[in-house]
Nanobody
């Protein structure tokens, strides 16, 4: 079993930045890909960015050029650097890990972009 705890959310102004962190524990040896998802009351949970075990990355169109996903395998940590934030980035962000059993999510944290 894999556990994930997110940190770093909060309030940012439009155009500002936030850095999300996720600390992973448990059966980290079975983790393949890791990623960030987000959800609002109006939308289903959607992929923000994903990073494979080999470091390859993928981004949703809305995240390209603004968000950067990275992982620190030695410390079992995942990061999401978010720049040029927009009000529509307001959502609950979830850290996620993929194992042979499928995707798992942390409890999520709130990111609010507002002036």
């Amino acid at each position: 079993q894999v556990q994930m705890v997110e940190s770093g959310g909060g309030l940012a102004q439009p155009g500002g930045s936030l850095r999300l962190s996720c600390t992973v524990s448990g059966r980290t040896d079975v983790i393949d890909a890791m990623g960030w998802y987000r959800q609002t009351p109006e939308k289903q949970r959607e992929l923000v960015a994903v990073i494979g075990a080999n470091g390859s990355t993928g981004y949703a169109n809305f995240a390209k050029g603004r968000f950067t996903i990275s992982r620190e395998n030695a410390e079992n940590k995942l990061f999401l650097q978010m720049n040029s934030l927009k009000p529509e980035d307001t959502a609950v962000y979830y850290c996620s890990t993929k194992t042979y059993a499928g995707w798992n999510w942390g409890k999520g944290l709130q990111v609010t972009v507002s002036s």
